[in-house]
């Protein structure tokens, strides 16, 4: 038998160098909704630790980027208050408070940029990880489970001036309506007319706002025949076969609305307002849910993509568990949660015998989300069709659904050639399927400050159209970490082991560019110089 000789480990190997964390937890829970109080309370009941992490409420600078809802400018001066903020998110989540009763750790206004779990390429991770960081820190914290509840966010399609104040999100307004009480708007246009739409009109009304109208692609509301009744009855007006052309504006933000005929953009009118509220639909947050690698799936009744889960929430990944929207839309939120937290006691061979039993809710149970595609495709149609190419895709990075569909680089490039003028998104999907990471690559489209929360579903859409196939074939764009904003003095306070920062200066591999610290001015720089090697 021949004997092997194995070369000595590679000293700047970061493999048997574990991440330094702060504190480790059995479950960890991202959310504090319906669905994440009730997967932490459930698991704290049953003797598990468990720490259940919030943005909320977040930093007033999140608020200006939109992040991580479309708050569109609308934000009284009390988003500079975060005690005020997190009195009013307590009195208005009671499950909060029973959270701590039961022993959880509550992290409120701290978001999770990253998570990870043990496999390929992360081979040397003892326990889960995920990264933390509130306005002054950045810190990882081990977990064994980790539950998502992330929840939902807008749909939004932008047409003329709706990149100024005034212009946002359905979910942003409730937030800031209940959450925070702190939204400065008061008279509204509301954009679609599902349940989302008219619940929004509800609470608008109910906080004596004004309602000035209920703007519907479609020729019917789509949403409960009986709310739609209730609002009529109380004044509020539903235009129906409309959609938004060009928002108004001065010093303030937006000034009205003017809206046109969805077919042809005739039958114009202009509707006074001070906020235009997108209300189409919401989509599964599931950022954490790429980074993770979590299989997943195209779900049009269940909101668009969306991992890959059995009835508990379980994933593809053994750690990891999903409940509430971000598990698919239409869920039962407390319930799924109560789910999932059972799910991932069992699965840590913890007992749940005291636990109560929950419905099964198998997403075949549960309701289709607002229309589907479908809807959102009409929408993308008919707004391409009114508003033209000239209007903004991706507010941030000031990319036009012209640029979009003709694969246009950026305008600082101040491009002319030919050849690129010559291709579209047609000759581009001839070639091979369309991807959104590729049009990133090729025109910026959604590589802005907000993430592609303003735009990452509209760009789909259109390239679905640009490139003449089925929505559900343009693949969903890439997530990374941190896939929140991160200032860089709160994500350089991270220090790494002293294990991993004494290599750290190697791993690029470029032998002529890299010399040992301890080496700089001495004899030994210039031997490694001469030798091409760094050390």
Known sequence: MTDVTLPPPDRFSIAGKPAAIDEHVEILVVGAGAAGCAAAIEAANAGASVMLVDENPVSAGLVGMDVPLYYGGRATHA??????????????????AEAFEAGVDVKLSTSVWGAWVKGPGLAGLASG???????????????????????????????????????????AFHALLDRYDAFAGRRLVIVGSGDLALGTAERALARGLDVAALVELRDAPQGSAEAVAALEARGAAFLTGHVPLRAKGGAEGVEALVVCGSGDGDSRREIACDTVVMAVGTVPVIELCDVLGLAREMAPARGGH????????????????????????GSDAAASGRRAG???????????????????????????????????????????????????????????????????????????SNALARRDLTTIAADGPVNPDQMKRLTRVCMGACQARRCREQVALMMALGAGVAPETVPLAGYRAPVRPLPLS???????SPEMDAGWNVWFGIATQWIGYEDIGTTREAEQLRAGMPY
């Open 306 to 329: 969306v991992p890959v889960a059995a009835a508990d929430g379980a994933t593809s990944l053994g750690e990891v568990f999903v409940a509430g929207d971000c598990a698919g839309l």
């Open 342 to 416: 059972q799910a991932a006691l069992a699965s840590l061979g913890k007992s749940t015998a005291g636990a109560g039993v929950v419905p099964d809710g198998a997403a075949a149970d549960r309701p289709a989300a607002m229309n589907g595609l479908d809807y959102q495709l009409d929408f993308a149609r008919a707004m391409l069709g009114t508003g033209g190419a000239d209007v903004l895709a991706c507010i941030c990075e000031d990319v036009t659904r012209g640029d979009l569909l003709g694969v246009r680089p950026p305008r600082y490039l101040d491009w002319r």
């Open 79 to 96: 988003v500079q208050t975060p005690e005020r903020l997190v009195e009013k998110l307590l009195e208005g989540n009671p499950a909060l």
């Open 490 to 496: 709160v994500i350089a306070d991270w220090q790494e």
């Open 129 to 171: 990880l995920a990264g933390l960081a509130d306005e002054t820190r950045s810190w990882f914290v081990g977990f064994d489970r980790l539950v998502l509840a992330t929840g939902a966010r807008d749909l939004n399609f932008t047409f003329a001036g709706s990149d100024q104040p005034g212009v946002m999100g359905a979910q």
